[in-house]
């Protein structure tokens, strides 16, 4: 089956840096829109940047643009989210998200902690 395999998460101080990344086994990745989303404690999930299949249409949320920045690698079959200028308020768990047409796929998780 499909599997997407998130990882980068980790403990960093506020004002660092962190790049998530997500592989997957699927060979439709080239096709697919790769999104990341998070969740923090006790809050709703959110879409936090989102990719098109050629990476020609990129979107991110309010609190994510400027300081984040999503690519993806359709050679390798990789997305990656790199975060920079870290704020405690983005601590959060973070998904890796593959989407083709209304078909979705999603990776595990990874922690993202910003605390000092």
């Known amino acids: 089956q499909v599997q997407l395999v998130e990882s980068g998460g980790a403990l960093v101080q506020p004002g660092g840096s962190l790049r998530l990344s997500c592989a997957t086994n699927?060979?439709?990745?080239?096709?697919?829109?790769m999104n990341w989303y998070r969740q923090a404690p006790g809050k709703e999930r959110e879409l936090v940047a989102s990719?098109?299949?050629?990476?020609?249409?990129?979107t991110y949320a309010d609190s994510a643009r400027g300081r984040f920045v999503i690519s993806r690698d359709n050679t390798i079959k990789k997305a990656y989210l790199q975060m920079n200028n870290l704020r405690p308020d983005d601590t959060a768990v973070y998904y890796c998200?593959?989407?083709?047409?209304?078909?979705?796929?999603w990776g595990q998780g990874t922690q993202v902690t910003v605390s000092s």
């Open positions: 998200n593959m989407k083709l047409w209304d078909n979705d796929h």
């Open positions: 699927g060979f439709t990745f080239s096709l697919t829109t």
């Open positions: 990719i098109s299949s050629a990476g020609t249409k990129i």
